[in-house]
């Protein structure tokens, strides 16, 4: 079983403005702008062995506000921008639905998918939801400092993806250790 590095898309992999104080995704292909700090953030944790998928909640696509052929378009960037295996999407605006973050849906249909270990695997967010996710999931959260990451459960906050990254290979160094330590 591989582990994994989940990704939040919005305000992680994407930027994202911010109107009246919340984070407001594009919309449109032409809002859409891949965050400058994430091909090189992925390319780091793909050649330490991670299996990366972004997952993302659009409940803009249900609300009518957002086409499935424009996610689309924005997903087939993702792709080609940033070496990401899967991006995994739940399109309801319905917080309790089992693919809609802070429901661990996502994470599981994944685990599934892949053959993933959970227990080896991190999700990183600027988001309070992705943490919860991450807790029912038994993954280790590394939230990007930012206001929405609330005051649940969240196992590291770090000031950016760089330091996301540096967090997860520090911590995969020292569950390698002592797993040789117990072995020896």
Sequence with gaps: MKPAV???????????????????????LEQFRIHPEAPKALMTLKQAGFLLIATTNQPAVSQGNLSRRELDLMHDVLRRKLPLDDVLMCPYDDPSHPCSKPQPGMFLEAAFKWSLDLDRSFIVSDKWSDAKAAQIAGCTSVLLDSPWIGNDHHDFVVSGLPAAVSKILELQTQLHGHAFAAIA
Excluded: A, I, K, M
């Design 6 to 28: 989940f990704f939040e898309r919005d305000g992680v992999l994407n930027l994202c403005e911010t109107v009246h104080g919340r984070q407001t995704p594009p919309l449109s």
